[in-house]
């Protein structure tokens, strides 16, 4: 199944079947109406390849995930060289796997050898020239959906792209951040206790499930910060105050004055509860994004304050 865009305007992903020839095998016979012909309309990867070839059998699936995901706008077609010596003999073929990119009847790029899925990506994504497939397009509206404001509709969207694509790290990390964002934190714990330590890796997930420890800390610190200011104010020192000062602001939407409040923990005493508030800091740098203004001007604080 493949995303698109709805035509309704609604902006959300429907799905259709693709395009039956989006992955096929090719022989002498049909090579040329499969790829020389078929790369005036759409560019054709080529996938050179055999049973006893062990690279092969990593390189292909990666690859016909990317087509799938590409939703018809780049084909593939894979040749056993085995079974069509000539044509591997004619297209020159020294070494397996070899991936040659087909576009107006000509080979425009290639690679040999099995290649990490990020240098495959970027690979399709050149042949593309710029355009969205369509499972991106959906990500981005689920994205734009959840920065709107909309926790819950961008949660639908992340889920119905999951159904599509289980596991996609990107649709994943989202749709925790959005169960974080609706306030569903049981929700969005019971989400986060499916992931083995393996998805708990990936950078984006690793961010969102920062963003849900954080709510739960600020929930769990929920009260009036007029008490926490009290506390400290009775006592500079009081620095379970000023920490729970800090979850508490954090809890309330005040990113700023958390990070502000979590500096100040930082340069009255730094080792307190073993760096706590540091790596509190770092968890929020990472839940806001390496570019958001607030992490930018919190880093820049906490380096003046550890490097001073």
Request: charged share 25%; net charge negative.
């Amino acid at each position: 199944m493949e995303f698109l865009l709805d035509p309704n305007g609604s902006g959300g992903p429907t799905s259709e079947a693709p395009p039956s020839d989006l992955i096929k095998d090719a022989t002498v016979e049909s090579f040329a109406a499969d790829v020389i012909e078929k790369s005036a309309e759409v560019p054709v990867i080529v996938d050179f390849w055999a049973p006893w070839c062990g690279p092969c059998k990593q390189l292909g699936p990666a690859l016909e995930k990317l087509v799938r995901q590409a939703g018809g706008l780049v084909r593939l077609v894979k040749v056993n060289i085995d079974e069509n010596q000539a044509l591997a003999a004619q297209m020159r073929i020294q070494s397996i796997p070899a991936v040659y990119a087909f576009s107006g009847g000509r080979p425009v790029d290639g690679f040999i050898g099995a290649q990490p899925e990020s240098q495959i990506k970027s690979f399709v994504d050149r042949l593309l020239g710029g355009a969205k497939p369509p499972l991106e397009i959906a990500l981005d509206t689920a994205r734009q959906t959840l920065e709107a404001g909309d926790p819950q509709a961008a949660a639908a969207l992340y889920s119905e792209i999951l159904n599509h694509e289980p596991g996609h790290a990107s649709a994943t990390a989202g749709l925790l951040r959005s169960l974080v964002a609706s306030g569903d934190l049981d929700g969005a714990k019971g989400f986060a206790d499916t992931f083995t330590a393996a998805v708990r890796a990936n950078v984006e997930i690793a961010a969102a499930l920062s963003a849900l420890e954080l709510a739960e800390a600020g929930e769990a610190s929920a009260g009036s910060t007029a008490d926490f200011r009290r506390r400290i104010e009775a006592d500079a020192n009081d620095h379970a105050a000023r920490f729970d000062l800090a979850m508490a602001l954090y809890g309330d939407g005040d990113n700023e004055g958390a990070i502000e409040t979590l500096l100040e923990l930082v340069r009255l005493d730094r080792t307190w509860n073993d760096e706590a508030a540091r790596k509190q800091l770092i968890k929020i740098f990472d839940t806001l994004g390496a570019t958001h203004p607030h992490t930018l001007a919190g880093r820049k604080g906490l380096s003046s304050i550890l490097f001073a």
